[in-house]
């Protein structure tokens, strides 16, 4: 392009002029484009726009000060903005919506106004934690979740912010959360087989004293399956997309060729490079803690994997393998009717804590099932 000066006319002068009144620094342009001129007042204009721009502030508008103005023009909602890996989209928009992603911990990357590849990664994931649709696309609905948050999310944890606004959104009760229990395997596919104990079998009976429990404390409990059905991996991510699931809890045990493995271990949605669900982290989290501590089972801690039912679901998910059918501790444990009852309460407790975010906070482990209820009869009305 031109270099456009002091002295310069016409359509291209006309432009610039009318972006800088657009952006409040001139006033609007009257009068036909040919007879638009650069005059001192729009030279004082475009200098002040470069000193606000971090541009050289020369008065003149070359390559860099045009883009900057395009740049400028843009807000955040405008239009749809994406990934373009040959071209990619520049503006103020985009610099708006990295850091505001970036306030709310997702990592953006550095905050420069292009879209980029780690632009896209960060608003997935945030997209993925706020239940929204995860295209990588920042349209209508993802403009509207991301200015409902609250401008008190500024600044500090960003973890603990974020849930504090799903807190502010859902409310700390139980009542009304739907969640999709997902017991692993069933039907044909047994899963993990020891002596006349199958996987299939045992966590369908921990899934339903979980189910009870959970219907108890008001939330709507979904089953992924029925006892005799065997659902893939991503039909039971889509019966809790298709459900509405506020969240997803997997039930598993596990084996291994060496009779010594033992433990139990907690699976949330992460790609090991840093992308990872934080909802779904911090529940793995929770339910990983109260289960070691309440189960004596090994603690084999929380671990990201792009499994299917992780990956797929909309709302944060947790896998949890509880136990080692091929450890003789750990089978002994998960026969026993009272014990399934503790894990199922573990689960509870932790999907409250969720809930409450350290409010009314008690240690680990300490919590009863007799709590929750309580606190769900005193937080109703
Ligand atoms: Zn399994």
Not at 158 to 169: D, F, I, K, M, S
Request: hydrophobic residues 40%; aromatic residues 4%; charged residues 25%.
């Amino acid at each position: 392009m031109r270099v456009l000066r002091r002295g310069d006319g016409g359509p291209a002068v006309a432009e610039v002029r009318s972006t800088l009144a657009a952006l409040g620094l001139l006033p609007p342009v009257t009068g036909p484009a040919e007879q638009v001129l650069f005059d001192p007042l729009m030279e004082g204009a475009i200098r002040a726009f470069q000193q606000q721009r971090g541009l050289i502030t020369d008065g003149l508008v070359g390559p860099a000060t045009y883009r900057a103005l395009r740049d400028a023009t843009h807000q955040l909602g405008g239009r749809p903005l994406a990934y373009m890996v040959s071209a990619p989209i520049t503006g103020d928009d985009v610099l708006t919506l990295q850091e505001r992603l970036l306030e709310l911990g997702y990592d953006a990357g550095r905050p420069n106004g292009v879209f980029v590849g780690q632009t896209e990664a960060a608003l997935r994931n945030f997209q993925r934690d706020y239940g929204l649709t995860v295209d990588g696309i920042c349209g209508p609905e993802t403009v509207r979740a991301l200015r409902q948050l609250s401008p008190r999310a500024r600044g500090g944890r960003p973890v603990l912010l974020r849930e504090q606004e799903r807190v502010r959104r859902s409310g700390p009760r139980l009542r009304g959360k739907r969640i999709v229990i997902d017991p692993g395997h069933g039907g044909a596919d047994t899963g993990i087989v020891a002596g006349d104990v199958t996987e299939a079998a045992l966590m369908w009976d921990l899934a339903s004293r979980l189910e009870g429990r959970m219907v108890a404390t008001g939330m709507e409990a979904l089953l992924s399956r029925g006892p005799d059905q065997c659902p893939d991996e991503s039909e039971r991510a889509r019966f809790a997309n298709d459900a509405g699931a506020d969240l997803v809890l997997s039930l598993h045990t596990d084996a291994n060729s060496s009779p010594h493995a033992q433990g139990v271990a907690s699976f949330h949605f992460g790609t090991g490079n840093g992308a990872t669900s934080t909802l779904g982290e911090a529940m793995a989290g929770l339910i990983q803690r109260e289960l070691a501590k309440r189960t004596g089972l090994r603690d084999c801690g929380t671990h990201p994997k792009t499994w299917d039912v992780l990956r797929l679901t909309r709302c944060p998910a947790v896998r949890i393998e509880i136990g080692y059918l091929s450890n003789a501790e750990d089978r002994a444990r998960l026969v026993d009717p009272a014990f399934r009852d503790v894990v199922a309460e573990g689960i509870v407790v932790a999907v409250k804590r969720l809930y409450l975010l350290g409010e009314n906070d008690q240690p680990t482990g300490t919590f009863s099932f007799a709590d929750v209820m309580a606190h769900e009869l005193l937080a109703r009305g």
